[in-house]
């Protein structure tokens, strides 16, 4: 069995298909150590070829149609085998195959059960259809991102922080409990629950009068002038988050501007008027340039990469950030 050398060298997860989130966790299982066994069918319809083997890696597949009685048996087997599932059926899927936490902890007491859902087990949307940018519509935390209108951070808010790694979180939680109790548990990780969870910093900034409703008027979504980005001379960007008085000093000086000329930027009545100024000044010298200004200094000011440019930075390759793979940096 392929599992690795880490904290969760001896664990093994059955991985029940699935795409997003529920490999991305039993893939962050695998990196850990555990060995992982995919148990899928068919590539996804209406997904390119090739789609649901992405960021799939480490892992022991195994081919099986699950409404066939004699592979329905393998797959029960390897599950009672093991010390951990992860599944993202919706609710019920499981349970009319046979395969539920139930029915497994009754021959195996000590499985850990995770269920990786957009709406979770329970509630009234829980049998329906949806992606990220639903869960996280519907958690508070799509109203706050954007600017005249929502925009959906990719699908790393709820697929991967809300659903996955929270998941992954209720695992290892319960594989440290079963060392005492010597039993598993079922562990219900809803992405609207996890990205609600997420969100909750700012609903305290909110509930104290410290952020409106109003996207890109807040100190952390892109109204402060010095937490932003700003466009270079050659259309590149640079990434400001000098939210401190000496970080702001310092991004002060990068730019060449005299702090005696700059209005009181705690007064967000001179948010407009700093934003104007600053980005005036960025767009006189290149991202590389401006790079070159703010390397070493505690500006808190860094350009903003490409995908493929943030695998070559120097800061990445020194950490081993990046991993090169047959099918490129992962």
């Given amino acids: 069995m392929k599992g690795g050398t880490g904290p969760l060298t001896g664990i093994k997860v059955v991985e029940l298909g699935g795409i997003g989130p529920v490999p991305f966790a039993c893939t962050l299982l695998a990196n ?3 060995t992982v066994v995919r148990i899928e069918r068919d590539a996804p319809n209406g997904l390119p070829k090739g789609y649901e083997r992405l960021g799939i890696r480490n892992r022991i597949f195994v081919t099986l149609d699950l409404k066939q009685p004699e592979e329905l048996a393998i797959a029960r087997t390897l599950i009672l085998g093991a010390d ?3 599944e993202g059926f919706r609710p019920g899927v499981a349970e009319r195959l046979g395969l539920g936490p139930e029915d497994m902890r009754a021959e195996n007491p000590s499985l850990v059960y995770v269920r990786v ?18 869960y996280i519509g519907l958690s508070g935390v799509l109203a706050t991102i954007g600017a005249d209108e929502p925009v959906p951070p990719l699908n790393l808010v709820g697929d991967y922080a809300g659903g996955a790694l929270y998941g992954v979180v209720g695992l290892l939680a319960a594989l440290i409990a079963r060392q005492e109790s010597g039993v598993g548990d079922t562990i219900d990780a809803a992405m609207v629950d996890g990205s609600s969870a997420l969100i909750a910093p700012i609903r305290d900034l909110a509930n104290v009068g410290l952020w409106s409703a109003k996207r890109s008027s807040n100190l952390l979504d892109g109204g ?3 937490y932003r980005t700003y466009e270079t001379a050659d259309g590149g960007y640079m990434a400001v988050g000098a939210l401190e008085p000496k970080f702001f000093a310092a ?3 990068g730019l060449g501007l005299d702090p005696s000329d700059i209005p009181d930027r705690d007064d967000p009545a001179n948010w407009p008027e700093l934003h104007a100024l600053f980005g005036d000044v960025f767009l006189t010298r290149t991202r590389d340039q401006w790079t070159e200004v703010f390397e070493g200094a505690d500006a808190c000011t860094t350009p903003v990469l490409t995908m493929g440019e943030a695998a070559g930075h120097p800061h990445a390759k020194e950490r081993g950030s990046f991993l090169e793979t047959d099918a490129g940096l992962i």
């Avoid at 049998?127 to 940018?133: F, K, N």
């Fill in 117 to 134: 859902t957009g709406w979770g087990q329970t509630g009234p949307y829980a049998s329906m259809a949806g992606h990220d940018i639903n």
């Fill in 32 to 34: 850990l150590g555990a």
């Fill in 224 to 226: 402060a002038p010095f």
């Fill in 84 to 86: 951990a599932v992860v």
């Fill in 251 to 253: 991004l002060l000086a």
